[in-house]
């Protein structure tokens, strides 16, 4: 006998969403998705009527659902793609990112297509590269430098573009765990920056916003699966060469989350009401943004030089792996 799914009781349940122990059928997963998101969205005005929106596009299933379900709640000429390689030897996402391409097109968004290469002078590769050969030994992992320059790059092309908001498919599991590696760290500042409702005021800093953050990881890889999208996830090489504490979070959060469905939901929830009343205070008020010495960017009111130019700081005076 066929499943039926719990909140239509018409079509058959295809996905057991562990968290609330509902069996559920394509569409009703869909929605029941699509309206987490639009609470996050109003809960924290994170777009606002008119805005024009940038979408970072990683490729990946998180990105796919995020562009779907923007693309079906603003019109599509408010929101443009942006597409960027990492540049990694043996993690070539071509393939990947030629169909999001075509996605792109189906649904009359705009896309463009970049990389750390071309827009900053270094990829990964060449950073790690650049650490491996100089004197001054390891500065940073291959992860700290990549996710600071994807958010410079999708920063700039947002400021260039006139746009008004950055997005980005951070998925629920990526958010505890960023809250998590904050708490463990003892960085109450950072903690707070996380809160959706933060905000630094810089005019060169575009407001990024995170629509998929109530939503599990394995959810959006059950819908991205069910809306078509075929692509395995595969993980960047960088990770099993030197895992970060971003991976042993992870591996206790995943564990703690099938001893006891739905524990990150409800810290996530948790930790934002709990932050909610902080950061109305206004502790980020007064903080006005410096901007970098060397190149101009918005960094941390206690930075002369901001972290992507110290971190690339070395390669630029010798000149190396420039092209
Ligand atoms: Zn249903
Ligand atoms: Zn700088």
């Known amino acids: 006998m066929e499943l039926r799914c719990s909140i239509c009781g018409v079509k058959r349940a295809v996905a057991y969403q562990r968290h609330s122990g509902l069996k559920l059928c394509r569409d009703c997963l869909y929605e029941d998705v699509k309206k987490r998101v ?33 693309a079906e709640l603003y019109s599509p000429s408010k929101l443009i793609g942006l597409m960027i390689e990492e540049g990694i030897y043996g993690y070539n996402r071509g393939e ?47 992860c700290t430098y990549c996710g600071i320059a994807r958010r410079r790059i999708l920063n700039s092309y947002a400021r260039m573009l006139g746009l008004d908001k950055v997005a980005t498919g951070h998925n629920l599991d990526d958010e505890v765990q960023t809250y998590v590696i904050n708490i463990l760290r ?12 933060s905000s630094v005021h810089s005019t060169k800093l575009i407001k990024r916003v995170k629509p998929i953050r ?11 699966y069910m809306m078509g999208y075929r692509f395995q996830e595969v993980e960047c090489p960088y990770i099993s060469i030197r895992p970060t504490l971003r991976v042993k979070v992870r591996e206790m959060l995943v564990s703690l989350e099938m001893w ?22 206004g502790v980020f008020k007064s903080i006005e943004l410096s901007h970098c010495r060397l190149c101009g960017e918005p960094t941390s009111p206690n930075r002369v030089i901001c972290k992507f130019c110290e971190l690339i700081d070395g390669m630029r005076t010798s000149g190396s792996y420039r092209q």
Do not use: W
Request: aromatic share 10%; with cysteine; net charge negative.
């Open 186 to 197: 003892g960085d109450f500042m950072r903690l707070l920056q996380l809160h959706p409702l």
């Open 214 to 224: 109530m939503v599990y990881e394995y959810e959006t890889a059950l819908l991205a």
């Open 96 to 142: 990947v990112l030629e169909y999001m391409e075509n996605i792109c097109r189906e649904l009359g968004v705009e896309c463009i297509r970049t990389s750390l290469k071309k827009d900053l002078g270094y990829s990964v590769d060449d950073y790690m590269k650049y650490q491996l050969a100089s004197n001054s030994g390891y500065i940073a992992s291959a």
């Open 38 to 70: 639009i609470d996050q969205i109003n809960r924290y005005s994170m777009i606002l009527p008119g805005d024009r929106v940038l979408i970072g596009l990683s490729g990946g299933k998180d990105s796919f659902v995020l562009l779907n379900i923007l």
């Open 260 to 281: 006891s469905p739905g524990v990150q939901l409800r810290f996530l929830e948790f930790i934002d009401t709990t932050l909610e009343s902080v950061v109305k205070m």
